[in-house]
């Protein structure tokens, strides 16, 4: 069974420094790794995904992402934090073998950049 | 281009009546998914729709939850009669083909508060 752990209930980050959420997936195969982010009350919104190819990818809103096979991580970066950068951060992972393409999510991380 | 609609955005009811949810998806997008989102966690799996067709709702209570997508394109979830344990965000998204790299853009939301 595929799951995905965020080891951080809340990470606060000053603005302009750089920001880490981090990310660790169990899956069977190579995964396929999406970042998500939740403003309150709206839906979520689609960052970035790993799929194949270079281990670090580059998404919406300057944020990236590194994939980290040994490590089975995924975190999610942005090298100058912005005060509406703060939100939930979601990761979620799905497993190749999995025909129906099942998304587990991780238990989200709240961002609190703080001026 | 439009993105996932749904409505209402907030219900407020009581234990024992019915609910039920919309969502328009994104046009041109074959494959629909219903999430469940409670508080402080990630979105759970409910159901998926390939076009008109249930592919994967083995998530969903189906005592008191269904739900239908006539004509492939907007889809209904209902609840019948809801629960004080219902309370929680319904999250409907929708994806362009299966696949499971494909990314899965989310609706604002039903916020659902069972009194």
């Known amino acids: 069974a595929q799951s995905v752990a965020q080891p951080e209930d809340q990470v606060n980050v000053a603005e302009g420094n750089p920001l880490t959420v981090k990310c660790t997936y169990s899956v069977s195969g190579n995964p396929y790794l999406f970042w998500y982010v939740q403003y309150p009350n709206r839906g979520l919104q689609f960052l970035l995904k790993y799929i194949t190819g270079d281990n670090l990818v580059k998404g919406s809103y300057g944020f990236e992402a590194e994939f980290n096979k040994s490590q089975t991580s995924f975190h999610l970066k942005k090298p100058s934090a912005l005060v509406s950068d703060s939100a939930l951060y979601f990761c979620a992972v799905r497993s190749p073998t999995d025909s129906w393409g099942k998304f587990q999510f991780g238990a989200g991380t709240q961002v609190v950049v703080t001026p | 281009e439009a993105g996932v609609v749904q409505s209402p955005r907030y219900k407020i009811i009581e234990k024992k009546q019915p609910v039920a949810f919309w969502c328009n998806p994104i046009s041109g997008h074959n494959t629909l998914y219903w999430y469940l989102q409670n508080l402080g966690q990630g979105p759970e799996l409910l159901i998926r729709?390939?076009?008109?067709?249930?592919?994967?709702d083995s998530q969903l209570p189906k005592d008191r939850f269904s739900a239908e997508r006539l004509k492939g394109v907007d889809s209904t979830l209902k609840i019948q009669p809801a629960e004080l344990g219902d309370s929680a965000v319904y999250l409907c998204?929708?994806?362009?083909?299966?696949?499971?790299?494909?990314?899965?853009?989310f609706g604002p939301g039903t916020r659902l508060t069972v009194l």
């Open positions: 998204a929708s994806s362009l083909v299966a696949g499971v790299s494909d990314t899965q853009y």
């Open positions: 729709y390939e076009n008109e067709e249930a592919v994967d």
